[in-house]
């Protein structure tokens, strides 16, 4: 028999009433927004509901995002749907913490409010990020190593869909350069920051000791984590790959062909849109990929694999 896994989509994905059904519905959802609310200070369901600029600055849609993703997944709990493995992109994988219990909400909750602010303040200005369509990593990554300045490889999503990240006169570019090279499209990103590079490593310092008074368990699960695109089953190297994953590479790809080689053939995505399983259906089409959104997904999925 296979295994499964719930995967949780990062940035981008945010959309104005996500999870709203569930937080209508199920006690279970509130509870989860009134514990991250009660930890970050903020009225996360206002800001999830109402039409709302902050929703799309990154300090504050981190903490609407994990709390979106969190509550589908306790109310997921709830009807009796299990994972065997947990991974997430970015934020995301915040929410694979959550499915392996690796820490109280209210800290994740508190840690996740400080990774969005440090994130945010690290690098006002200057940066960028691309996706770059069409072209293959290893002539990605040896163009980004060629030109000059920062700029690296933020995310491999999925072959033919890499971004790069950095400072702006490097990643423009570096495009430049990938486009020459027969890059099919290099798009940039409507992002704040040059996300997932080494102009960020302030930010996961100043994370890493957020993190050093947070209490970190045994994952009852095994979630994949970025950083390694490997599983992680041990407390003790948790809160480092954390602090890291801020400044690294988003191993995303490398994670689900991991899940894919231990046997994983159901794939659940769980928070706002579509993105993940979009990747995955260009990853492998013969395993099942479902998401849960709404509440009509969620039925869908229930009666498939109950």
């Known amino acids: 028999m296979g295994k499964t896994a719930f995967m949780f989509p990062g940035q981008g994905a945010q959309y104005c009433g996500m999870a709203k059904e569930f937080y209508d519905n199920f006690a ?19 800001l999830c509901f109402t039409e709302d600029d902050r ?18 997944l306790k109310v997921l709990e709830a009807k009796g749907l299990s994972c065997d493995v947990a991974a997430g992109l970015s934020l995301g994988e915040y929410g694979a913490l959550a ?25 006002p200005e200057g940066g960028a990020m691309t996706a770059v369509l069409g072209m293959d990593a290893s002539v990605i990554e040896k163009i980004c190593e060629e030109t000059e300045g920062i700029v690296s490889i933020a995310n491999y999503n999925c072959p033919g869909q890499i971004v790069i990240t950095g400072e702006k006169t490097a990643v423009d570019a570096a495009s430049a350069k990938l486009t020459e090279a027969g890059a099919k499209r290099c798009i940039p990103l409507k992002v704040s920051g040059p996300f997932h590079s080494a102009l960020l490593e302030g930010a996961g310092k100043q994370l890493g000791e957020v993190l050093a ?43 689900v062909e991991r899940m894919l080689a231990d046997g994983v053939d159901t794939f659940v995505e769980i928070g706002p849109g579509k993105t993940l399983t979009g990747f995955m259906k260009k990853m492998n089409k013969e395993v099942t990929v479902m998401n849960v959104d709404k509440l009509a997904d969620m039925d869908a999925v229930l009666e498939a694999l109950k």
């Open 28 to 46: 279970e959802a509130k509870e989860v927004f009134e514990i991250a609310s009660k930890a970050s200070d903020l009225d996360v369901a206002a």
């Open 55 to 72: 929703l799309n600055i990154t300090e504050y849609t981190q903490i609407a995002m994990l709390t979106a993703e969190v509550a589908i």
């Open 99 to 123: 499915a392996a219990n690796v820490m109280e909400l209210s800290d994740l909750f508190r840690v996740i409010r400080k990774r969005g602010l440090y994130m945010q303040q690290a690098y």
């Open 213 to 255: 008074d947070v209490t970190v368990n045994k994952p009852s699960i095994p979630y994949v984590s970025n950083v390694k695109a490997d599983y992680v089953t041990e407390a003790d190297e948790i809160k480092a790959l954390l602090a890291s994953q801020v400044s690294s590479s988003v191993r995303w790809q490398q994670s």
